[in-house]
């Protein structure tokens, strides 16, 4: 697995969601949608909601989902599986670190 920093911890507010692109080595290009929730957990999720295509990133944080601004499909980020309708597909997650101040995740 190759571990990828994305910002440092003072980067995203509690209770924010800020947008990432990310280059694998294999050249793909993942847009991640990283979460720093109001009890201080990071999740790191797919950019994209798989049932409207419409980026996570500008959707809502509460406790530990996230929704979808679209059609307000929402996501528990620590799974990514919908936890209500119209989204019936999860949502691809990524383990995160923090160390050092450093927010990283890890890619397969």
């Known amino acids: 697995m190759a571990t990828e920093a994305l910002c440092t911890t003072g980067e995203v507010g509690l209770g924010q969601v800020a947008p990432f692109s990310v280059v694998t ?3 793909e ?10 009890n201080d ?12 295509r419409v980026k ?11 929704e979808c601004a679209r059609h307000g499909a929402v ?3 620590a ?5 209500c309708p119209p989204a019936s597909v999860p949502v691809k997650t ?12 890890e890619i397969n």
């Open 29 to 38: 290009t993942l847009d991640i949608a990283l979460v720093h929730t109001e």
């Open 79 to 83: 799974t990514g599986n919908p936890l």
């Open 56 to 66: 996570l990133s500008e959707g809502f944080v509460e406790d530990t989902g996230i």
């Open 41 to 52: 957990q990071w999740y790191a999720v797919a950019d994209r909601c798989t049932h409207g």
């Open 75 to 77: 996501f528990d980020l």
């Open 94 to 105: 990524y383990p995160v670190t923090v160390v050092d101040n450093i927010v990283s995740i």
């Open 25 to 27: 080595e294999s050249g």
